[in-house]
């Protein structure tokens, strides 16, 4: 079971990146999806989470207004559209699976969250 993140890279203030996480080895589609980051120096943080039909997303404030959670089950993926990207922004960026099949809510606690990808580098200079 493999979830691959990707889409990271270095980009301006006020630019925009769109990260991927594609999921290998099993089918995520019943699972809620959650994104995390972990910057510099500090604890990994919820970023945004999308339940597993896609019905409701979640969104740290920090970043509500700017990022866009999004997930085709088709293709086993899920997205996370960031504009707006600030330096503060600048973090590793983790996608991760609910351990828990069908739940009808995004959970931002990290425990919930079995199955974690690698992580991708977003930098965003000013």
């Known amino acids: 079971v493999q979830l691959q993140a990707s889409g990271g890279g270095l980009v301006q203030t006020g630019g925009s990146l769109r990260l991927s996480c594609a999921a290998s080895?099993?089918?995520?589609?019943?699972?809620?999806m959650g994104w995390f980051r972990q910057g510099p120096g500090k604890e990994r943080e919820f970023v945004a989470g999308?339940?597993?039909?896609?019905?409701?997303?979640v969104y740290a404030s920090s970043v509500k207004g700017r990022f866009t959670i999004s997930r085709d089950n088709a293709k086993n993926t899920v997205y996370l559209q960031m504009n707006g990207l600030k330096p503060e922004d600048t973090a590793v960026y983790y996608c991760a699976a609910d351990s828990m099949s069908r739940r009808t809510y995004v959970n931002s606690a990290r425990l919930v969250y079995g199955y974690w990808g690698q992580g991708t580098l977003v930098t965003v200079s000013s």
């Open positions: 080895g099993r089918t995520f589609s019943d699972n809620g």
């Open positions: 999308i339940t597993w039909g896609g019905e409701n997303a």
